[in-house]
């Protein structure tokens, strides 16, 4: 490796240790300060008697919201009866999903394996006797 590739490599590695070492510092220097600012109790308790006071506000909020709608009961089978006729059976409209017919395009393309089949294009077909 000529000098000045090995040069820019020292170069540049310094660089890297250097700003690592800038990053680190900071790092360690915001961890220290947040441990250190104590936050006051009066700023607390202030901040506690907001969120009280707005989760208050959402459940006075629930309880004005009107009751939830009720689940429909599922439509009862009929158990087998001896008089199927007596009892007029419900109409209930029945929906039967078809799928369409699968839409097959087939274009016709040159260079396909039958091309030269019909066609003699210097192959060797005939003998020149």
């Not at 006075?60 to 087998?80: C, D, G, I, N």
């Not at 369409?100 to 077909?125: F, L, N, Q, W, Y």
């Given at each position: ?21 800038v ?8 961890g ?23 989760e ?10 009107p ?9 009862p ?13 419900p109409s209930?409209?029945r ?9 097959v395009i087939?274009k016709?393309?040159?260079g396909g ?15 020149d006797?």
């Amino acid at each position: 490796m000529p000098r000045t590739h090995a040069f820019i490599v020292a170069l540049s590695l310094a660089f890297a240790a250097v700003v690592g070492t800038v990053a680190l510092t900071r790092t360690v220097h915001l961890g220290q300060a947040s441990a250190k600012s104590g936050v006051s109790a009066a700023v607390v308790a202030k901040r506690k008697a907001q969120l009280d006071r707005f989760e208050a506000s959402l459940r006075a909020q629930l309880r004005h919201l009107p009751p939830p709608v009720p689940k429909v009961p599922s439509t009862p089978v009929a158990a087998p009866s001896a008089a199927p006729a007596a009892a007029p059976a419900p109409s209930v409209q029945r929906v039967v999903y078809v799928r369409p017919p699968t839409i097959v395009i087939h274009k016709h393309r040159a260079g396909g394996d039958h091309e030269s089949e019909g066609s003699d294009h210097g192959g060797g077909g005939g003998g020149d006797d």
